[in-house]
């Protein structure tokens, strides 16, 4: 599966450099080239998936010789796949998915849209038995309203095939408005391709988001759409024993329980026993996770990413189990992280007599230990500037325009400002119910392996990011924080900038006011309760914005 991710990654990478050359999406030699190791690697797992892991298959010695005779870039851009990544997207649920495709008269024609799509497609075409490559489009445009430009013979190929079979177009989402899987729709519709003939192969059986054109909309709501569910094919299958648990059954020990689903806010029942006290979460936004009873004990399993994606966090969760900064972390399993759940451990908002100067100087050392080992390559995460500019609009969004403009005193700061940034992978979810405290007084933190590279403006920052969260968190008055600032500074080596720390604060609160009031309008409709949380959560970062902070709910 690694292998099949990294070449649809490089298949992209070739495709999309071709395509920003040409400004189009052609047909030639080199093009197609690019397509045969996903493609061999894609039948190899549907191999291995129907085996059970026992029949692999090989990848013929010519696809390698041909994608070495090509003249390649010395440099090409490669997009995060993100359903590998962050949203348990496994190539498995397309296999399954496309399964019913050799039931149709003649094999389908398959069209994956870049990038991720470039290797399910190879997937869906794998499942399909279809003896041809799939094609690969990358839509372009306004975000909500792409559209396709190919090169006219790759057009007057693709048009020929799909007149005489099915088409089956292949990517993650829909997203916000559904407009790639539109886009190939629309371009073959508009040639005379019937809409019965359409398959959409999407990642979820949901419907548009809310930016989609209302055609789109109701073409959606008729589409023949082929999905697989990861819970029906990897936790509770119909023929045998849950896969998930065979996966990590050499790290934990034979399962004595079913698997409990505590995804999606679900494992605040475990932590929090009156829902008064939950927290509020983006449900929608959360990893995979189950809580599994075991022979050897009690385990979260975790999300943390498929091939490099989560091999990448196994490390760094690696480095901070062994430091004691988290949960003893047992290994990793076919994408899922395997962590010891903490029986008797209570989240900081519940854990009554906490010390104070212990929390900042335990905070601290976490912080520092970041900040020295986990240091990040220049150019990963939002500039200065880009966070001004955030900061100015989501203020001027909810506090007006007099608020916003307050911020202006910073322009020409920023560039002075930015030379002081020394970015790392900072922990941007210092929220207190991440923080556990053992029936020792210890404490430890969750969630802290990728929110660095998590969906939104932020990625790395300067560790002053974190002490700023933390402090607007934790409740620390200014004195804590100065003296959070000193830990950091011992723990790292490194000095914290004061005007990067006064900085970063209103961009910090500003942020996570636009990510609670824009999660709260999410779920306004499907979980209103959940919804109510976030505007409450949303209303103390605008007060803090508009006046002090308040001291620690459990303090």
Same mark, same amino acid.
């Given at each position: 599966m690694a !292998?099949?991710?990294?070449?649809?990654?490089?298949?992209?990478?070739?495709? /999309?450099?071709?395509?920003?050359?040409?400004?189009?999406?052609?047909?030639? +030699?080199?093009?197609?080239?690019?397509?045969?190791? +996903?493609?061999?690697?894609?039948?190899?797992?549907?191999?291995s998936h129907a085996s059970g892991f026992v029949r692999y298959g090989q990848v013929p010695d010519e696809v390698l010789d041909t994608l070495e005779s090509l003249e390649l870039p010395e440099r090409v851009t490669l997009k995060m796949p993100e359903g590998y990544a962050y949203d348990a997207l496994y190539p498995e649920l397309y296999l399954e998915a496309?399964?019913? #495709?050799?039931?149709?008269?003649? +094999? &389908?024609?398959?069209? =994956?849209i870049r990038g991720i799509g470039t290797s399910l497609a190879c997937v869906v075409s794998a499942a399909a038995a279809t003896a041809a &490559? +799939?094609?690969?489009?990358?839509?372009?445009?306004?975000?909500?309203?792409?559209?396709?430009?190919?090169?006219?013979?790759?057009?007057?190929? #693709?048009?020929?095939?799909?007149? @005489?079979?099915? $088409?089956?177009?292949? /990517?993650?989402? &829909? =997203?916000?408005? =559904?407009?790639?899987? =539109?886009?190939?729709?629309?371009? #073959?519709?508009?040639?005379?391709?019937?809409?019965?003939?359409?398959?959409?192969? &999407?990642? *979820?059986? %949901? @419907?548009?988001?809310?930016?989609?054109?209302?055609?789109?909309r109701m073409r959606w709501a008729r589409a023949r759409r082929y999905t697989a569910n990861f819970d029906a094919l990897f936790v509770h299958p119909s023929d045998a024993r849950a896969p998930l648990l065979g996966w990590v059954e050499d790290l934990t020990g034979v399962a004595v329980a079913p698997l409990v689903d505590i995804g999606g806010g679900a494992w605040r029942r475990m932590l929090f026993p009156d829902e008064r006290d939950w927290p509020a979460v983006h449900v929608q936004q959360e990893r995979r996770k189950y809580l599994l009873l075991a022979e050897r004990g009690t385990y979260l399993l975790k999300f943390a990413g498929l091939g490099s994606y989560g091999e990448k966090r196994?490390?760094?969760?690696?480095?901070?189990?062994?430091?004691?900064?988290?949960?003893p972390l047992e290994g990793l399993r076919h994408g899922f992280l395997v962590q010891r759940w903490l029986e008797g451990a209570r989240p900081l908002p519940l854990a009554h007599g906490v010390d104070r100067a212990e929390l900042v100087a335990r905070v601290g050392a976490y912080l520092g230990f970041r900040a020295r080992r986990f240091p990040a390559e220049p150019g990963r995460g939002?500039?200065?500037?880009?966070?001004?500019?955030?900061?100015?609009?989501?203020?001027?969004? $909810?506090?007006g325009d007099g608020h916003a403009e307050a911020l202006g005193v910073w322009a020409s700061r920023l560039a002075p400002l930015s030379a002081e940034v020394r970015r790392v992978e900072t922990d941007n979810k210092p929220h207190a119910w991440e923080w556990l405290v053992l029936p020792d007084g210890r404490l430890l933190k969750t969630d802290a392996v990728d929110h660095h590279e998590a969906h939104?403006?932020?990625?790395c920052q300067d560790v002053a990011w974190d002490v700023v969260g933390a402090a607007v968190e934790l409740g620390l008055d200014a004195a804590e924080q100065a003296i959070l600032a000193e830990y950091v500074e011992r723990a790292s080596g490194h000095a914290v900038s004061a005007a990067l720390l006064d900085f970063y604060r209103p961009c910090y609160?500003?942020?996570?006011? %636009?990510? *609670?009031?824009?999660?709260?309008?999410? !779920?306004?409709? $499907? $979980?209103?309760? @959940?919804?109510?949380?976030?505007?409450?959560?949303a209303e103390r970062y605008t007060s803090l914005l508009s006046g002090p902070a308040p001291t620690a709910s459990f303090a």
């Open positions: !292998l099949l991710i990294e070449a649809g990654e490089l298949a992209q990478g070739l495709l /999309d450099a071709h395509f920003a050359e040409r400004r189009q999406d052609e047909l030639d +030699p080199q093009s197609m080239a690019c397509l045969a190791l +996903p493609q061999a690697l894609a039948r190899a797992l549907r191999n496309a399964r019913s #495709l050799r039931l149709l008269p003649r +094999p &389908p024609v398959v069209i =994956g &490559p +799939p094609f690969t489009v990358r839509p372009e445009g306004h975000p909500f309203q792409r559209t396709l430009s190919l090169g006219p013979e790759l057009e007057r190929e #693709l048009l020929a095939r799909a007149r @005489e079979s099915h $088409v089956a177009i292949v /990517d993650e989402g &829909p =997203g916000l408005s =559904g407009s790639s899987f =539109g886009a190939v729709a629309d371009f #073959l519709q508009d040639r005379c391709i019937p809409e019965d003939r359409l398959l959409f192969f &999407p990642s *979820h059986t %949901g @419907e548009l988001g809310p930016m989609a054109s209302e055609p789109h196994l490390m760094r969760a690696r480095q901070l189990s062994d430091a004691s900064l988290t949960p939002a500039s200065l500037a880009k966070l001004w500019e955030m900061a100015r609009y989501n203020i001027a969004q $909810v506090l939104d403006l932020i990625g609160l500003a942020f996570q006011l %636009g990510h *609670h009031v824009m999660a709260a309008s999410a !779920l306004e409709e $499907v $979980v209103p309760e @959940e919804s109510a949380r976030l505007r409450r959560a």
